[in-house]
């Protein structure tokens, strides 16, 4: 076995043995070598859009606190919740999961936030629905 | 009042009548409003993104099925794990976070399996990792 098929190997262990008893079941194991790719895409730009949004409610709880704002807009809570719904039904998502992003990041945030002034510096006003 | 003062008024509830008394609450409004369009024009792509990613790992979890494979993978686990702490780290986001989104990924699609499953509906093999 070359080096380059050990590495291969590793990378597939469940699918590799049963893809050399026959044809179709390595047809599926190149199929989901291709998904797992996109989904790798996917992730990847997910992860740096999170990175984003991070950084620009950081940015609202810093303008919040300097002019004095309440953390807190359920309003605009409101808003999100309904807007998400939209674009997830547009988009062929199940709404709940486009809900449990929402409350994945705001607890996120909040956590952030509690670890920030744990450490005692100044985590600004906590923007949960920024 | 105007009929588009009244609906400025209700879209940005606890802001608009500090906004009122001076020009730097003013200022400080407007940049929690354009922030806020960036934060919810991540939500978009992001929302957008999550559907195209349970759509990948539905794929995966038929062809799985088809191919009698495993639904879980160890391995590909471990690479993912390694692969967004890295992602998070180079764009600037809590790796910690990036953890998380991957931890709510599998869970939703945990329980989107449990339900298709429950409804009687026949919803593949499970991709816990894919």
Do not use: C, W
């Amino acid at each position: 076995m070359s080096e380059s098929e050990q590495e291969d190997e590793n990378s597939t262990t469940i699918d590799r043995h049963m893809a050399a008893e026959n044809p179709e079941t390595a047809r599926a194991v190149a199929q989901i070598k291709e998904l797992r790719a996109s989904i790798d895409n996917v992730d990847t730009a997910i992860v740096s859009l999170l990175a984003e949004r991070f950084k620009y409610t950081s940015r609202v709880g810093v303008v919040k606190a300097r002019a004095g704002f309440a953390p807190a807009d359920y309003a605009r809570e409101e808003r999100q919740i309904a807007r998400l719904h939209g674009i997830a039904e547009a988009a062929g998502l199940d709404p709940e999961i486009a809900e449990m992003y929402r409350e994945f990041v705001v607890t996120e945030a909040k956590k952030r936030h509690k670890r920030i002034a744990e450490a005692g510096g100044n985590p600004g006003v906590l923007d949960v629905f920024a």
